[in-house]
């Protein structure tokens, strides 16, 4: 094997060429797969808004600050002519028992629970994985006014997942923020 | 040796997983379901293939002092590509191997396969070395995660034969344990090693 000889000029050149080269290919890629990356992002956004909305024409978006939690939540309107017909929130919670969660909830314009899609969730397999089955059904159709949506354990209404009462808890924690970030948009005097 | 014995070691004689025990962390993390599997080797022979390809090209123009620095730094390039691509393109499974794309690059096997291999040998052999170990990597992972998803989880591939919860351990982190002790164990009875 006919290898160079390791001098520092030797080892000093080869390094910086093939890092050269290296973040050229990279940087290549990037922008070839930026455009395809940003569409599937703004698909998975699209679909989850029309899943958990009851069917309409248009959608506005709107960046809300929520009373609780540190990031903020983006709302999105949907509307039918002149008529609101329902609310999606991109909501979230870093209770879960692997951090982030990610929701989209759906109201409707009195205020109920129309569907709720989990967009991204790092929860145990098998167990805390579960709410993206129909578990979460038990929330659509309820309306936070008169749901306490914290699980049975702390006193509320929901049913936590079998083993996993950490997650069911984050989910409820994610629903709440949205519910009251909803509700503070909704109020007269905002609008 | 031939080139098809060097292309088949990667299955049986030096196979990554059941033989050589190369690669366990995303071997154990990421084979609980065979599309899962399937998609991690697959990638994993993407780089080996490339990293294999380039480095053999280059091997005569590294000094040895830095090697293996030159090494990584053209496997995390590979893996980079992979990892855009398959973010783009494949978004559902990019979704599902997460964290463990980006860490084909500490995967023992494809740095044990540049020094050991691709740095000695010619461009060809490199290339048909690294397949046979990426696609033997890749058939041990999807036989694992299938055993896993079949046991834990009563379907294959996604497709669900009984409306029923599997043996839950199988798809959790001591089921990957237990599910790859017994594959060994069947692969080193049939090598008539035990």
């Known amino acids: 094997m006919a290898k160079k000889e390791s001098t520092f000029t030797n080892m000093f050149l080869t390094l910086l060429i093939v890092t050269v080269v290296s973040s050229l ?7 070839l797969t930026k455009v395809p990356i940003a569409e599937v992002a ?15 024409d248009t959608y506005s978006m709107q960046t809300v600050m929520p009373a609780s939690g540190k990031d903020s939540l983006l709302l999105f309107k949907g509307t039918t002519g002149e008529e609101t017909v329902g609310v999606a929130v991109n909501t979230y919670s870093y209770e879960g028992y692997s951090g982030l969660i990610k929701l989209m909830v759906g109201f409707t314009p009195d205020g109920t629970i129309h569907n709720i899609v989990v967009l991204e969730q790092k929860e145990t397999p098998g167990l805390g994985t579960k709410m993206t089955t129909k578990w979460k059904d038990q929330f659509i159709g309820k309306n936070l006014k008169d749901f306490n949506c914290t699980v049975t354990k702390d006193g509320g ?4 997942i079998t083993a996993a009462t950490v997650s069911s808890r984050a989910f409820c924690d994610a629903v709440n923020r949205a519910y009251e970030t909803y509700q503070s948009t909704n109020t007269p005097q905002n609008q | 040796m031939n080139q098809w014995q060097n292309f088949s070691k990667g299955f049986f004689k030096e196979n990554a997983v059941f033989v050589m025990l190369l690669g366990m962390c995303p071997t154990l993390a990421i084979t609980n379901s065979a599309i899962n599997g399937l998609g991690m080797g697959l990638a994993t022979t993407f780089v080996l293939v490339m ?3 380039s480095i053999s090209l280059i091997k005569d123009l590294i000094p040895a002092k830095v090697r293996i620095p030159t090494f990584i730094v053209v496997i995390a390039s590979f893996v980079t590509v992979v990892d855009l691509v398959m973010a783009g393109y494949a978004p559902a499974l990019h979704e599902q191997l997460g964290i463990f794309i980006p860490l084909i ?44 998803e079949l046991l834990g989880n009563l379907s294959l591939f996604g497709f669900k034969f009984i409306e029923a919860d599997g043996i839950l351990v199988f ?9 790859l002790g017994f594959m060994i164990a069947l692969v080193n009875r049939i090598t008539k090693k035990v």
């Open chain 1, 157 to 160: 209404q929901v049913d936590a």
């Open chain 1, 42 to 56: 703004r698909m998975k956004q699209q679909k989850a808004i029309e899943q958990v909305m009851p069917p309409f």
């Open chain 2, 51 to 53: 990293s294999n390809l």
């Open chain 2, 171 to 179: 798809i959790l982190a001591p089921g990957a344990f237990i599910a």
């Open chain 1, 25 to 31: 290919a990279a940087s290549g890629v990037y922008n």
């Open chain 2, 105 to 148: 690059v500490v995967n023992c096997v494809v740095l044990g396969r540049a020094e050991a291999f691709a740095s000695k040998n010619t461009v060809v052999s490199s290339i048909i070395d690294g397949a046979g170990m990426g696609l033997g990597f890749a058939m041990a992972l999807t036989l694992l995660g299938a055993v896993r």
